[in-house]
């Protein structure tokens, strides 16, 4: 006997769910067929189930659906599914939100020759064969060469981010010990990269020296004793500090008299290497944190070095030997496809290029006058049949504001243009901008949507293009349907 009573008094009279369909049966429908092709049997199956389940939930012993009803909403579900599933996977996209570095989007967007170079070593690559030789090779020892020359430093050492690189830094050299830091630099970098915990998870106790505002030499002078491991400097990336602010310099610590054991590590975060005078930024280059002679500088691939994601480590060899040889190691150590991209960025720059082929640099450089020829070019073109035009729908060339981003340079405003449209539902036209081909991610407000043209390539202007005027046409049409 079964002694659940809720299984042998049905909650409701089985008449009600009489008329939900199958999902065998649903499965045959022809409807589902393309559904099945393009996003697998299991895809499918899972969406029906999920759509049943949720419709015998609502229903209730007065339901009058018909078979046909439920069917049609089942094949609604399935449909809804089928356009969320078409969005997830990874793929390019249009970054029109004038954000340069946008951590969203995967910050900085690489080179052609990086791209190429990627797609050439996702297949059998010599990442560590040398092929004079036929030998094992060191793993990324080319790519280390050139980044150690670029940066005029002894030798380098790469890892999968600056995080990593932080970690790595401080695990290799005060495990166990003391590693000294202003209390003007103890930073948040974003997406819960805070140094304190930085230190916890590297087993290094994190010394605290100065204010918030003001930290000295003599600061940094007294706090060195036995237990002390290392001396940190992180650069404020991502705030600025304004007023009654003192701090030594990473010369200044380098020369700090001390124990030779005790390593100056010069966090940089968004190192760069290309010279951005014309940008009037006072930010200090991977060059000169080298020249001022710390043991250890970091900084990321991704950010205004213009590559891909990577932590780069660059100093003296005898620190650096100690980190490549620390456990930590590998289990960061980068992919050799990431390797390729940034043997390809590093070249570049070696070659003095960054400026021509990184796209980075090319929406740096360009003005705000040619940005807004091509916003103006584009709006022009944007003439749609009337009929297809959403009401109430205009388009227009504006001024903008864009940022470098990714948590670099906070302060730097560039001047740029944008196409902005203008339309009672901004988000319901930013959602169907991002169902373009390929997406367009733009820069929403209260009352309109703007495209910022800074972080658009030049070869992407027709994709803009035509992306934006099929969104158009989605939205006029997703309208008239809710009309209807
Ligand atoms: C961005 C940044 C990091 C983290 O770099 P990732 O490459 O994102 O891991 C670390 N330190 C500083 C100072 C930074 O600006």
Not at 82 to 94: H, Y
Not at 246 to 264: G, M, Y
Request: proline content about 5%; aromatic content about 4%; overall charge neutral.
């Amino acid at each position: 006997m079964n002694k659940d009573p809720t299984k042998t008094i049905p909650l409701k009279p089985p008449s009600a769910f009489r008329n939900l369909p199958q999902v065998d049966e649903l499965l045959r429908r022809s409807e589902l067929s393309e559904f099945i092709h393009r996003f697998s049997r299991p895809h499918v199956l899972q969406w029906i189930r999920t759509a049943i389940d949720s419709i015998r939930s609502e229903l209730t012993s007065e339901s009058r659906a018909s078979k046909g009803d439920l069917i049609s909403a089942v094949l609604d579900a399935v449909r809804h599914q089928a356009d969320k599933e078409a969005l997830a996977p990874m793929k390019r996209v249009i970054n029109a939100t004038g954000v340069l570095l946008h951590t969203n989007l995967g910050r900085s967007p690489l080179a052609q020759a990086a791209r190429t170079r990627m797609l050439e070593t996702a297949a059998y690559t010599n990442v560590e064969l040398d092929l004079e030789t036929g030998k094992r090779a060191k793993r990324g020892q080319r790519v280390c060469n050139l980044l150690a020359r670029l940066c005029r430093a002894e030798e380098a050492l790469v890892v999968n981010n600056c995080a990593a690189a932080t970690m790595l830094a401080l695990a290799a050299t005060a495990t166990g010990k003391e590693a000294i830091v202003s209390r003007g630099q103890l930073v948040e970098i974003g997406g819960g990269f805070r140094l304190p915990d930085v230190f916890k998870a590297s087993g290094v106790r994190l010394k605290e020296i100065g204010t918030t505002n003001r930290t000295y030499l003599r600061d940094y002078e007294s706090a060195i004793d036995e237990n002390t491991g290392a001396i940190l400097r992180v650069h404020r990336s991502n705030f600025k500090q304004l007023g009654f602010v003192t701090e030594p310099t990473i010369a200044e610590l380098a020369q700090l008299k001390r124990d030779p054991n005790i390593p100056v590590i010069d966090d940089l975060g968004s190192g760069y290497i290309y010279d951005l005078s014309f940008l009037d930024v006072q930010e200090p280059t991977v060059r000169q944190s080298v020249a001022a002679n710390p043991q250890l500088t970091l900084f990321s691939g991704d950010k205004l070095f213009g590559g891909p994601q990577s932590g780069i480590i660059v100093g003296q060899t005898k620190w650096i030997s100690r980190l490549r040889a620390h456990p930590m190691m590998r289990a960061m150590r980068i992919d050799k496809v990431t390797m390729a991209a940034l043997e390809a960025t590093v070249e570049i720059h070696f070659a003095g290029n960054a400026e021509e082929q990184l796209p980075l640099y090319q929406s740096l450089r360009t003005s705000q006058g040619e940005l807004h020829s091509r916003a103006a070019r584009i709006t022009e073109r944007l003439s749609l049949p009337s009929g297809s035009m959403p009401p109430g729908f205009s388009a227009q060339v504006v001024a903008s504001d864009s940022r470098v981003g990714g948590g670099t340079l906070p302060e730097k405003s560039l001047p740029s243009a944008a196409i902005e449209l203008r339309h009672a539902q901004p988000d319901s036209l930013a959602a169907q901008l991002r169902r373009s081909t390929p997406p367009i991610q733009a820069r929403v407000t209260d009352a309109h949507v703007l495209l910022d043209l800074r972080a658009v390539a030049v070869e992407e202007l027709d994709d803009l293009e035509s992306g934006i005027t099929s969104a158009i046409s989605r939205l006029a049409e997703e309208l008239k349907t809710a009309d209807g």
